[in-house]
């Protein structure tokens, strides 16, 4: 669990957290908990995510992968150790003393990592892999699968910050449209580092989706094209937040992040 969790990593959704909750005067070690809760569960899904019978990776962060590094067995169990533990955080009377927020972020977070987020789109992901001669894909169909995988953590990120910080519908609205398109840019991003970077920068092995014939918007509309989406999406993340005014800074400081990162 600690090599899954410990070894290195942008931790970009604890800090969409913490940033998100600052809006609304949260400080920043009442927001640590779901903060850390969310990054446990991003982290066990990169450790199944790297299995062989997935998408059998060797390298993760510049380290082998947990089951690279232990064996199948043991990455599966410390994946669903950390999927848990994420929860029981959650649900501690320190994380919040009101128990209604509590249930409200342990709702979101279940809805957003699971079938309906991010394992139905690694579901998705993997039946275009796995299965035989798939359907031609479509600019509407990988935005889907994408939203998914990618995104629905990303706006759990921001929407976590307002429930703790007790947001208005508008100011909820605003930061999740915000974290639905910092998600898609953070996945063209990832696309355009599996066809352009380099394994000792990125991290972790690349040229993968063009050597599985993956469906991406890189293999789709080509790099070109890709990266002008990438540009008008951070526009839109950036555009989400105006209702916050300067407030909104390190959150698009943070987009940026996401667009022009090389790791």
């Known amino acids: 669990m600690r090599h899954a969790v410990l070894g290195g990593g942008k931790r970009v959704r604890p800090l969409l957290v913490i940033e998100s909750a600052a809006l609304f ?27 062989p019978a997935m998408d059998n990776d060797e390298l993760r962060r510049g380290r082998p992968t947990v089951w690279k590094a232990y064996d199948e067995w043991t990455a599966i169990l410390a994946g669903d150790a950390l999927l848990t533990l994420a929860f029981e955080i959650l649900a501690r009377p320190e994380n919040h003393p009101d128990a209604a927020v509590r249930v409200a972020l342990v709702s979101a977070l279940a809805r957003s990592s699971g079938v309906a987020g991010m394992v139905g789109g690694q579901a998705l992901d993997l039946m275009a892999d796995k299965l035989g001669d798939p ?31 007790g947001a208005n519908d508008k100011e909820r609205k605003a930061l999740m449209d915000f974290g639905a398109a910092l998600g898609f840019a ?6 355009l580092l599996d066809a352009e970077g380099d394994a000792a ?6 040229a993968k989706d063009a050597a599985a014939n993956k469906a991406t918007l890189v293999s789709l509309m080509g790099i070109p094209a890709a990266k ?3 540009a008008r999406t951070e526009a839109a993340a950036s555009e989400a937040l105006t209702i916050f005014g300067s407030r909104g800074d390190i959150l698009r400081a943070a987009a940026h992040f996401v667009v022009s990162r090389r790791s």
Do not use: N, W
């Open 228 to 230: 002008d989406m990438l």
């Open 25 to 51: 005067g949260v400080a920043s070690e009442d927001a640590a908990l779901t903060a850390a809760a969310l990054e446990l569960v991003h982290c066990y899904s990169l450790a199944h995510d790297d299995l």
């Open 186 to 191: 953070f996945q063209i991003a990832d696309d």
């Open 135 to 165: 359907p031609a894909p479509t600019v509407e169909h990988i935005r889907r699968l994408q939203a998914m995988k990618t995104g629905a953590l990303l706006v759990f990120a921001c929407q976590a910050g307002a429930i703790l910080g």
């Open 201 to 206: 920068t990125v991290g972790k092995a690349v």
